[in-house]
């Protein structure tokens, strides 16, 4: 990875123009036979902003992403909830770098919610470097936590940077999890499960979709996919 000093390109949230699909866990419902669906994801398009939980339910999420620095540099988090600080790098959520280079922080985020979210470098000069490509994307779990594990995108599609941009669409219900690819480029994908399971990693060319195994009757809820 390179060091943080040299880094010399920086992004942005991808906010405008920005019309991407988010999936929203409804909740578990019987069907004929007897089966359940399981918490299936309806689709809600979001764009720059997200709708609340139903009944303000929340959950904890932890934030937690590798990135070298130089001293006096600190990296946060922010994404398109007020919790996250709405976009703001003044109201950014700080990491501890107290198990460096992983750097680390949980936020308690409304529950069965689409989130979109970045990191950032803040240096002491006042300067700030986002990390590059898209936005990041999760669905927040109905109940429970989860955690993000992440490496920080010091150049465009660097593999295993975590949590996948919000240009992978998803659906998934208790028996599938389907990832969409509307980026411009190939992607390894993998489900990235509540528990912190992983499935095995597949390669998603640009305007495909491939079907991974869903929650289960375990209910272990697809939250993410992961770029492996």
Same mark, same amino acid.
């Given at each position: 990875?390179?060091?943080?000093?040299?880094?010399?390109?920086?992004? #942005?949230?991808?906010?405008?123009?920005? #019309?991407?699909? #988010?999936?929203?866990?409804?909740?578990?419902?019987?069907?004929?036979? =007897? @089966?359940?669906?399981?918490?299936?994801?309806?689709? &809600? +398009?979001?764009?720059?902003?997200? *709708?609340?939980? /139903?009944?303000?339910?929340?959950? !904890?999420?932890?934030?937690?992403?590798? %990135?070298?620095?130089?001293?006096?540099?600190?990296?946060?988090? $922010?994404?398109?909830?007020?919790? @996250?600080?709405?976009?703001?790098?003044?109201?950014?959520?700080?990491?501890?770098?107290?198990?460096?280079?992983?750097?680390?922080?949980?936020?308690?985020?409304?529950?069965?919610?689409?989130?979109?979210?970045?990191?950032?470098?803040?240096?002491?000069? =006042?300067?700030? &470097?986002?990390?590059?490509?898209?936005?990041? %994307?999760?669905?927040?779990?109905?109940?429970?936590?989860?955690? &993000?594990?992440?490496?920080?995108?010091? $150049?465009?599609?660097?593999?295993?940077?975590?949590? !996948?941009? *919000? +240009?992978?669409?998803?659906?998934?219900?208790?028996?599938?999890?389907?990832?969409?690819?509307? +980026?411009?480029?190939?992607?390894?994908?993998?489900?990235?499960?509540?528990?912190?399971?992983?499935? /095995?990693?597949?390669?998603?060319?640009?305007?495909?979709? /491939?079907?991974?195994?869903?929650?289960?009757?375990?209910?272990?809820?697809?939250?993410?996919?992961?770029?492996?």
């Amino acid at each position: 990875m390179k060091a943080l000093n040299a880094v010399s390109q920086t992004s #942005h949230p991808d906010r405008e123009g920005s #019309h991407m699909n #988010h999936f929203r866990w409804s909740a578990p419902r019987r069907l004929m036979g =007897g @089966l359940l669906t399981g918490a299936a994801l309806v689709a &809600s +398009c979001v764009g720059g902003s997200t *709708a609340s939980a /139903a009944q303000g339910d929340q959950t !904890a999420v932890a934030f937690t992403v590798t %990135a070298t620095s130089v001293w006096g540099e600190d990296v946060f988090v $922010t994404g398109n909830v007020p919790e @996250l600080g709405s976009w703001n790098p003044d109201k950014a959520v700080p990491l501890s770098a107290s198990d460096y280079p992983r750097w680390g922080a949980s936020a308690t985020l409304p529950a069965n919610t689409p989130i979109e979210f970045k990191y950032l470098i803040k240096r002491p000069n =006042g300067s700030i &470097s986002w990390e590059v490509g898209d936005n990041r %994307a999760l669905t927040t779990p109905p109940r429970g936590s989860f955690t &993000s594990l992440d490496t920080f995108r010091f $150049t465009p599609d660097v593999p295993a940077s975590g949590t !996948a941009p *919000a +240009c992978i669409v998803s659906n998934t219900s208790w028996r599938y999890a389907m990832a969409g690819n509307t +980026c411009r480029t190939a992607y390894p994908l993998q489900t990235v499960h509540q528990s912190g399971a992983r499935s /095995a990693c597949r390669e998603v060319l640009p305007g495909t979709t /491939a079907t991974f195994p869903g929650h289960g009757t375990s209910y272990d809820y697809v939250v993410a996919f992961a770029h492996c």
